[in-house]
């Protein structure tokens, strides 16, 4: 049996993530479930697009499905997913502030 490396599953996992239209719709679920209806309109894409993404996160085991009546709720499979999320914009929050700086410092030089 073949086992898959640790970091090559990690890339795996960064690859689902790594779409805008996945982010938000985490971001989304990070709040409370949504059904489709409520997402559409935050991300801004056709419904079809929208299908293919949230499949591509549940495939991920990321994100879950749940009917209730006729509508289809998706809600996350892991409050670590919105933890994650937090992380990222924290991490972002450091290296735009350090290339505010660096701005700064270059502009400064004229």
């Given amino acids: 049996m073949t086992t898959v490396p640790l970091y090559q599953v990690k890339a795996e996992f960064f690859k689902t993530l790594a779409h805008p239209v996945r982010i938000r719709v985490l971001e989304l679920l990070s709040e409370r479930d949504h059904a489709v209806s409520e997402i559409l309109p935050e991300v801004g894409v056709e419904a079809a697009h929208l299908s293919q993404q949230l499949a591509v ?3 991920g085991n990321l994100v879950a499905a749940r009917r209730e009546g006729a509508t ?10 919105a ?9 972002l929050g450091g290296v735009i502030t350090g290339r505010t700086e660096l701005l700064e410092g270059l502009l400064a030089r004229d």
């Fill in 57 to 59: 996160l549940r495939r």
């Fill in 83 to 91: 933890d994650l999320l937090r992380v990222a914009r924290s991490i």
């Fill in 72 to 81: 289809v709720l998706y809600s996350l499979t892991s409050p670590e997913v």
